[in-house]
């Protein structure tokens, strides 16, 4: 598609903040009013229209596909968003790890067992940590309160967090990426401890090592959008 504008702003309207091209305001891809709660999510979702050239690059639009998508389908049905997120708390990378005495344990235990622990004092909840690939529930408690606190995250949030958790396999990781002071680039380290682990074992793959760097800045860039959401 040709760039079919000039002039790119944001600016307020009734019920939240929105792009304007030429003076028209942007709708959602569902064509709905792409009103976003914060000025800052709006200025950078003009950055990415402004950031066009002559022919327009749908993949560019990183930030308006997660605002479309808590506009259009989150908001469509929330409930169903948060089912689908509860079963990166069921079979939580951070909770599944080798063998107790393996070396690869040892690391999960350095890096992640702080996370899980941390997670369980702000959420209040327990997580079961398993050794080995055999499934294991989450207690039922815990699950319930997971669903309880997620219906709490505004539509933005779990937008973010459906890119957060889905790139980690990881329901805690994406819960503590939303967290105000999160070390994001941190927390995608820790996701992928064992792909690390593989590649310093066996070597790396430059296909692989392509696909990873562009999952970690997906999921830093929806760790981006839930901080710009919050304004």
Known sequence: MKRFYKDVTAAEQEG????????RTVKSQGGRAQLVPSAALAAELAAEWAAQ????DPAAFV?????????????NDREMAIRELLPYAETDTLCYRAEAGDALRRKQDLLWEPLVTAAEARLGVH???????????????TMLRLETLLGGQDDFALAALRNLAGLAASLITGLAALEPDADTPALWHAAHLEEEWQAERWGRDEEAELRSQRRREAFLAAARFAALARG
Do not use: T
């Open 53 to 56: 050239g002559p022919d327009i």
């Open 63 to 75: 930030l308006r596909d997660m605002a479309d998508y808590a506009i259009d389908v989150i908001g």
């Open 16 to 23: 939240g903040w929105q792009v304007l091209l030429d003076g």
């Open 127 to 141: 997580f079961e940590r398993i050794g080995g690939v055999i499934h294991r529930p989450q207690p039922p408690e």
